[in-house]
């Protein structure tokens, strides 16, 4: 495949031989007509120059022009070949070098094709990089967007690249340590495209770093929408609502029974609501509950149905004089944009025997480790940060706090369950 790019160039850029150049251009009319889409249109617009070859009559004008045909044609085929080679990339091995790839992405920008192919080739090209050099993978893929903002429609996503308006944030600063500059190492680049789907507030790529002086992993680029004014108490009753859960309900036994060996105290925050499964168990358990949730809608949907005063507003200005015996953060942390800021305004609420219960992805976990990049944590859209059980233990070090119990989650494949006490 790739020796055909050197073909299309020695023909374009030299004068026509029929001695030396009418092998190659059979050569390449038949890998052309064996792998191109529409054989018949090929096969029709091909005629004449396999004509004038017979007949040995073909000019160097005649020449030029199929050629441009042919790459065009050519360029098609080759876009489909390397995706596919980049397919599943960080599952396998894709065995091309850096001397090849630098070949195929020369190919398109240097080539004269339509903004389509010129965008579809770099895009091909950048998921060959996802894993070894993600920066670059990140930086081509949004160049073939910006290109040509309809490109995900030849990937069967709706999606059209919004450009300023995706509302890109980067993160040049760790957002755990605060380092900058060499300590920030791109880790992996996930075509988010493929899951979009209509969604056009996320970029098309999310672009992983790992922080080498904390050892833990955020997002480059990631979308900030703007929340607007946040800040208000939910309590409404609307009529007919219900709340449908996503887990047999009978899966927080066991975290319940280890937070009432804890401790014996009743005050619960629970940090971040989802469903609001978790927060009915509390109840049920009968616990005293508040909530804080940084979505309006959930508000107002998990309060009407439960009755419960949910604070509407980013867990980090939340204001109260209470202490609590138990705050919960379930699937939240990964979430947040100033993970430190939120452990300490924990450790602010919570009692000095109060008991913090957290569940995050685990990057090293087990699962992670057996299915490196496939992993699905990869993959989120909505997460920002990761840590693992190491990394955090060291964050609640620097807090005077410390993980009292690790479980693996029950409900999330790759998430951890820790309960965390101050020192």
């Not at 096969?43 to 020449?63: F, G, P």
């Not at 379930?330 to 025997?353: C, I, N």
């Not at 299915?371 to 920002?384: A, D, G, I, P, T």
């Amino acid at each position: 495949m790739i020796a055909n790019i050197d073909v299309i160039r020695r023909l374009q850029n030299k004068p026509y031989d029929s001695q030396k150049d009418n092998d190659d251009i059979l050569s390449l009319y038949r890998f052309i007509l064996e792998n191109c889409a529409d054989k018949e249109t090929f096969s029709k617009k091909s005629a004449s120059i396999l004509d004038m070859i017979n007949k040995n009559v073909l000019s160097d004008a005649d020449e030029k022009k199929w050629i441009v045909y042919a790459d065009n044609v050519f360029a098609s085929i080759l876009v489909v070949w390397i995706y596919e080679q980049a397919v599943d990339i960080w599952k396998k091995e894709v065995k091309i070098s850096d001397e090849e790839f630098l070949k195929l992405l020369r190919y398109f920008i240097e080539g004269n094709y339509s903004e389509e192919i010129f965008a579809l080739g770099q895009y091909a090209c950048a998921q060959l990089k996802a894993v070894t050099d993600p920066k670059l993978c990140y930086d081509l893929t949004k160049k073939a967007f910006t290109v040509y903002p309809q490109l995900a429609k030849h990937l069967n996503v709706s999606y059209c690249y919004q450009g300023e308006a995706a509302i890109e944030h980067l993160t040049e600063e760790c957002p755990f340590c605060g380092s900058t500059g060499s300590d920030l190492v791109p880790h992996f680049c996930f075509p988010q495209v493929l899951k979009l789907k209509n969604n056009h507030t996320f970029p098309p790529a999310k672009l992983w770093m790992k922080c080498s002086r904390c050892q833990n992993y955020f997002t480059y680029n990631f979308p900030l929408p703007d929340v607007g004014e946040i800040n208000g108490h939910y309590t409404k009753d609307k009529n007919g609502s219900v709340l449908c859960n996503r887990f047999s309900l009978a899966i927080y036994n066991h975290i319940f029974d280890r937070l009432k060996k804890m401790t014996e105290g009743k005050d619960y925050l629970e940090v971040g609501i989802g469903n609001g499964e978790m927060l009915a168990v509390a109840q049920e358990f009968g616990y005293d509950v508040d909530a804080v949730e940084i979505c309006r809608e959930d508000c107002e949907r998990v309060s009407s149905v439960l009755g419960v005063d949910i604070k509407w507003c980013d867990f980090v200005n939340y204001q109260t004089d209470k202490k609590y015996d138990v705050i919960i953060m379930g699937d939240v942390f990964e979430h947040v944009t100033k993970p430190m800021a939120v452990l300490k305004k924990v450790r602010e609420l919570l009692k000095d025997e109060g008991v913090l219960w957290l569940s995050t992805p685990n990057y090293n976990c087990a699962y992670a480790r057996m299915e490196k990049f496939s992993h699905c944590m990869w993959q989120e859209l909505n997460h920002y940060t990761y840590v693992s059980y190491e990394s955090l233990c060291g964050l609640l070090h620097q807090l005077n706090m410390q993980a009292v119990d690790y479980r693996i989650s029950d409900r999330y494949i790759g998430s951890m369950e820790v309960f965390i006490k101050k020192c």
